[in-house]
């Protein structure tokens, strides 16, 4: 593996996981990126720089950022885009690994970036889930916006440092993975409620 490709796939995953903050931010940043002239996408990806795929990707992400921000509809988005968030992130991740067998790239693009993704992605709905039971949905407008924050952090820092934001991404996970979380086991009934 070149060193040129080692770039592109570390690029790709860390887009991935931007994509489990949120589905279409990474997916716009690259069409962007690529569009500018910032970004080199691989053979048969080309269209991700067209103007009507920057054009969509635009739409969608307003339209999916603002479906964050309406109280329940944040829940039922999350449930969509679990399984959005792979098949993004595994796109991404292909989009922009080159000089590489097809297999070799689509199995590394589905486990690699769609992996991440589908991480970060849970992650996020576990928050929101936690979020909406313990405030009512009332604390899920600050979660969407730090959501939204660590898409657009995330992507950005993706291509411009990508071995950075592997390492955080490593680390967040690892964090969320290792953190210690209150046990009701052994507590008495009365104490559990609250």
Not at 91 to 100: D, P, Q, Y
Not at 110 to 127: K, Y
Request: aromatic letters at 8%; hydrophobic letters at 55%.
């Amino acid at each position: 593996m070149t060193m040129e490709t080692a770039i592109s796939l570390l690029v790709g995953i860390g887009l991935s996981a931007a994509c489990g903050f949120r589905v279409f931010v990474p997916l716009l940043v690259v069409s962007l990126a690529s569009h500018t002239g910032h970004l080199a996408l691989s053979s048969g990806f080309e269209w991700m720089g067209s103007n009507a795929a920057l054009i969509a990707f635009g739409v969608a992400t307003v339209a999916e950022v603002a479906g964050y921000y309406v109280p329940w509809v944040d829940n039922f988005l999350d449930g969509l885009a679990g399984p959005a968030a792979v098949v993004a992130g595994t796109l991404i991740t292909a989009s922009l690994v080159t000089e590489m067998s097809p297999f070799l790239k689509w199995t590394l693009a589905v486990i690699a970036g769609g992996g991440v993704a589908g991480l970060v992605q849970g992650t996020t709905t576990v928050a929101r889930g936690a979020s909406t039971f313990s405030t009512a949905g009332l604390a899920n407008p600050l979660l969407a916006t730090v959501e939204l924050g660590g898409a657009l952090v995330t992507s950005l820092m993706a291509i411009l440092v990508p071995a950075l934001v592997l390492l955080l991404v490593v680390a967040l996970i690892g964090w969320w993975c290792l953190r210690p979380r209150r046990s009701t086991v052994g507590r008495p009934a009365a104490d559990r409620t609250g």
